[in-house]
């Protein structure tokens, strides 16, 4: 005990192992999730032209686990890693659906995205652009993310739901869904109102065995898969969530591993492939890179901020390391066939709960492994359980609105920019383009010039690109 208590620096952050051992498991249970939605798009969306259902189910679970726990022993962090989402839509709809990529192909070009990014790490180029974002665009990128979170969690409750004549409107309260979406969050705000240690995970909890009687009393049968071939059952949960587990054990033959490192043999492949150009591939890869790159300097930087990690100048202390092992992670992904793994925002569910160190990465990482063994009991957790925690949490990071320094139109108009985008559009790298390229446009405009900071300029200039990559591809057709 002596020695994790040093190892992590629990009393120089203020923690101890009861509380970050909660914050792993607050963190795992609202990202759980992945195991069953990665393989659910890589391989059921792409019509059996993926890799393997259940070889995909063990591979997130690995990749995951050993990433997770690296980032809490190397970076000594309460940041977790899964396989991104958005990232394995682009590999399922884009590369295979669309591109007709065989899925190996496909997985190498992840892998060398992890590559190029892994590099940038290594020459500091990365850091340094971490270095040159100003303190206000800082701080917006965690209150942006706070209001992402929140939505997710509201569309994952279907409090809100796409709209016949709007892009969204509010959900049918009707539901029994709703209900425990609802009771879930009132628990919680009653708990954190009290001070109530693991109020987060334990409305996770309650919230479940709700959903579980509710399902049952409604009848557990799944109704006919929707367009994304999903199931629900007559109460709105998603098939085999909310339900008692009918099998406790996973299934450990050979060819549930089979899909690892198969991309190894097709990285050099992928570039002579008659069927898609080598500049399509590229086009790609920076796409990729682009959004893996800002995706997880966002995510640190708005998570570390609601922790209390960043230093005055709105850095993270060491974050060379996190970096580091976030790339490493890109590349694993892609060679381990479960799509670019990277930093979870998810990962603010534990901060909210109190972790503050690597303890809780390792607690979630080892989580994961042993999620191997036991993935249908994870399985059990309707999204409508863990949507209040994003929600809360939301709320959280939201709160740091109170630091912004409110200043003139040059200054204020990028922090709006960076703050809506990023739920409106669904996508921390939207957000982060769209406050970054209005910033220097409006510096620019108001004489303002040599306040940019060169990398802002290459940065924003990277960031004009990635808006017209759609138009550039449509000539490489």
Same mark, same amino acid.
């Given at each position: 005990?002596?020695?994790?208590?040093?190892?992590?620096?629990?009393?120089?952050?203020?923690?101890?192992?009861?509380?970050?051992?909660?914050?792993?498991?607050?963190?795992?249970?609202?990202?759980?999730?992945?195991?069953?939605?990665?393989?659910?798009?890589?391989?059921?969306?792409?019509?059996?032209?993926?890799?393997?259902?259940?070889?995909? @189910?063990?591979?997130?679970?690995?990749?995951?686990?050993?990433?997770?726990?690296?980032?809490?022993?190397?970076?000594?962090?309460?940041?977790?890693?899964?396989?991104?989402?958005?990232?394995?839509?682009?590999?399922?709809?884009?590369?295979?659906?669309?591109?007709?990529?065989?899925?190996?192909?496909?997985?190498?070009?992840?892998?060398?995205?992890?590559?190029?990014?892994?590099?940038?790490?290594?020459?500091?180029?990365?850091?340094?652009?971490?270095?040159?974002?100003?303190?206000? +665009?800082?701080?917006?990128?965690?209150?942006?993310?706070?209001?992402?979170?929140?939505?997710?969690?509201?569309?994952?409750?279907?409090?809100?739901?796409?709209?016949?004549?709007?892009?969204?409107?509010?959900?049918?309260?009707? !539901?029994?869904?709703?209900?425990?979406?609802?009771?879930?969050?009132?628990?919680?705000?009653?708990?954190?109102?009290?001070?109530?240690?693991?109020?987060?995970?334990?409305?996770?909890?309650?919230?479940?065995?709700?959903?579980?009687?509710?399902?049952?009393?409604?009848?557990?049968?799944?109704?006919?898969?929707?367009?994304?071939?999903?199931?629900?059952?007559?109460?709105?949960?998603?098939?085999? *969530?909310?339900?008692?587990?009918?099998?406790?054990?996973?299934?450990?033959?050979?060819?549930?591993? *089979?899909?690892?490192?198969?991309?190894?043999?097709?990285?050099?492949?992928?570039?002579?492939?008659?069927?898609?150009?080598?500049?399509?591939?590229?086009?790609?890869?920076?796409?990729?890179?682009? *959004?893996?790159?800002?995706?997880?300097?966002?995510?640190?930087?708005?998570?570390?901020?609601?922790?209390? #990690?960043?230093?005055?100048?709105?850095?993270?202390?060491?974050?060379?390391?996190?970096? #580091?092992?976030?790339?490493?992670?890109? +590349?694993?992904?892609?060679?381990?066939?479960?799509?670019?793994?990277?930093?979870?925002?998810?990962?603010?569910?534990?901060?909210?709960?109190?972790?503050?160190?690597?303890?809780?990465?390792?607690?979630?990482?080892?989580?994961?492994? @042993?999620?191997?063994?036991?993935?249908?009991?994870?399985?059990?957790?309707?999204? !409508?359980?863990?949507?209040?925690?994003?929600?809360?949490?939301?709320? +959280?990071?939201?709160?740091?609105?109170? !630091?912004?320094?409110?200043?003139?139109?040059?200054?204020?108009?990028?922090?709006?920019?960076?703050?809506?985008?990023?739920?409106?559009?669904?996508?921390?790298?939207?957000?982060?383009?769209?406050?970054?390229?209005?910033?220097?446009?409006?510096?620019?405009?108001?004489?303002?010039?040599?306040?940019?900071?060169?990398?802002?300029?290459?940065?924003?200039?990277?960031?004009? @690109?990635?808006?017209?990559?759609?138009?550039?591809?449509?000539?490489?057709?």
């Amino acid at each position: 005990m002596a020695f994790l208590s040093k190892y992590f620096k629990f009393a120089e952050r203020g923690t101890n192992i009861i509380t970050e051992s909660r914050a792993g498991l607050t963190t795992f249970m609202v990202m759980s999730y992945i195991i069953f939605v990665n393989p659910g798009i890589l391989s059921g969306a792409t019509n059996g032209k993926g890799p393997d259902f259940m070889a995909t @189910v063990v591979a997130t679970c690995l990749a995951a686990g050993i990433m997770t726990v690296a980032m809490g022993l190397v970076a000594n962090y309460p940041f977790a890693m899964a396989a991104g989402l958005g990232l394995n839509a682009v590999v399922a709809y884009d590369l295979i659906n669309t591109r007709h990529m065989v899925w190996q192909d496909a997985m190498a070009v992840i892998a060398w995205e992890g590559i190029i990014i892994t590099i940038l790490v290594l020459t500091g180029l990365r850091q340094a652009v971490v270095r040159a974002i100003p303190m206000n +665009l800082k701080r917006a990128i965690g209150i942006g993310i706070g209001l992402f979170i929140l939505f997710i969690g509201l569309a994952n409750a279907g409090f809100v739901v796409p709209g016949s004549g709007e892009p969204v409107t509010l959900g049918t309260f009707v !539901q029994p869904t709703i209900v425990v979406f609802v009771f879930g969050l009132a628990l919680a705000l009653a708990l954190m109102a009290k001070k109530v240690p693991g109020a987060l995970l334990i409305s996770i909890l309650a919230s479940t065995i709700l959903a579980i009687v509710i399902n049952y009393i409604m009848g557990t049968t799944a109704g006919t898969p929707d367009a994304s071939g999903n199931a629900y059952t007559p109460a709105g949960f998603l098939a085999g *969530s909310a339900v008692a587990p009918t099998k406790w054990f996973f299934d450990f033959s050979g060819s549930n591993f *089979s899909t690892l490192f198969q991309p190894v043999g097709h990285l050099i492949s992928v570039w002579t492939q008659p069927e898609v150009p080598f500049i399509t591939v590229a086009l790609v890869v920076f796409s990729l890179m682009l *959004s893996d790159f800002f995706d997880t300097v966002g995510t640190v930087i708005g998570v570390g901020e609601e922790a209390g #990690l960043l230093d005055k100048d709105g850095n993270l202390p060491g974050i060379e390391r996190v970096l #580091l092992v976030d790339s490493i992670g890109a +590349l694993a992904g892609g060679l381990m066939s479960t799509s670019s793994n990277t930093t979870y925002i998810e990962s603010a569910a534990g901060v909210g709960e109190g972790g503050r160190t690597g303890f809780t990465a390792v607690v979630v990482g080892l989580l994961f492994l @042993v999620a191997i063994l036991f993935a249908p009991i994870a399985g059990i957790v309707p999204a !409508q359980a863990t949507a209040p925690a994003l929600v809360v949490v939301g709320y +959280l990071m939201f709160s740091g609105v109170k !630091q912004m320094e409110w200043g003139e139109m040059d200054d204020l108009f990028p922090v709006l920019a960076t703050i809506i985008v990023m739920p409106l559009t669904y996508s921390i790298t939207n957000g982060l383009a769209a406050g970054f390229v209005s910033y220097v446009f409006l510096k620019v405009l108001h004489g303002k010039a040599r306040e940019i900071h060169p990398l802002m300029w290459v940065v924003s200039l990277s960031f004009v @690109v990635y808006f017209f990559i759609p138009w550039i591809q449509t000539f490489t057709k």
